[in-house]
């Protein structure tokens, strides 16, 4: 996708893979939040993404300086992408607080594969295929029975929340999952016109990073009250965030944005099972339920297709350039592929092109 040539087999069916385990490491983020409850939302975003997004620009500097030329020609993606990583995690993390874990997250990603597909649409031109509409369809089906089931847990019981705290968090993470697919749409570009992903990772969540350093100046005093709570700032940049977004980088090399964001749908399920196994929270049938669809959603997505149309493509590409530099001899008998354009048969000893 990167290349002209394009990229191996192997390295495509990863970016999936790599997308996926980054989708993990993200479910972690609630539950590692609950450590450090006297942590405002707002201090925890910026010490996440902020820190993370320096330590990515830290590591790819030397690819940073030597595509500084394609990325100022870009630098329009490269700003825009860095306001959205700066807003994402105050919506984010806030949304949590205000909506509950599960429902925060659930709202937040679960949002993103449809604002990925918006921007991609509206921009790109990009159409939707069968096998992504139907993927989505069983993930945000998921997520929505996963919020169901959680708001119907936050909202029983001595710790209730209000429906005013409860709206305002749904939209908060209706945000966050906007700014997601922003930034997710503005890497992906960078990289689909040849910046390598390192260098667009790191310099649109640098830029990032760099906006939340005033917020985390000036919320981030109870980070360093106590080892625990910076133990939980650490583990945040560095896990999650640094080497989650890493892995996502690659995988937005071989994948579109919103392919990316609809595998992501991941993470509120591994959200939710860690809320029941560590936090000690109850999860009803429902809520199972959606996390049955979404795993769905990922195997509908993650299936290998059949490649052989593309492989026919290929061969009759090479064939046909073959004979028009005159290495294959151009047989009289004329045939139709399955266009029903004309084109010239090669001669048997090198039929196996024809047949593939």
Known sequence: MTRSGGPAVGSVRAGPLCVLVASVLWGTTGTAATFAPAVGPLAIGAAAMGLGGLLQALVAAPRIAREMSALRAQRAVVVLG????AAYPLAFYT?????????????????????????????DGRRLTRRWTTGAAMGLSGTVLLCVAEAAQAHSGAGARSVRSTVLGVGLGLVAGFTYALYSWAAHRLISRGVTSGAAMGAVFGLGGLLLVPVLLSTGAPLVDSWSHAAVGAYMALVPMFIGYVLFGWGLAHVPASTATTLSLLEPAVAAVLAVLVVGERLPLLGWTGIALVVGCLAVLTTPTRTAP???????????????????????????????????????????????
Not at 82 to 85: E, K, P, S, T, Y
């Open 82 to 85: 860095a306001l959205a990583v």
């Open 310 to 356: 593309q492989t026919r493509a290929a061969a009759r590409t090479a064939r046909d350039r073959l004979q028009a530099e005159g290495v294959l001899e151009v047989d009289t008998a004329a045939h139709r592929d399955v266009t029903g354009s004309q084109r010239s048969r090669p001669p048997a000893p090198v039929d196996h092109f024809h047949r593939l």
């Open 95 to 123: 949304s949590m607080r205000m909506a509950g874990v599960a429902a925060g997250t659930v709202v937040s990603i679960g949002s993103a594969p449809l604002a990925s597909a918006v921007i991609e649409r509206a921009v």
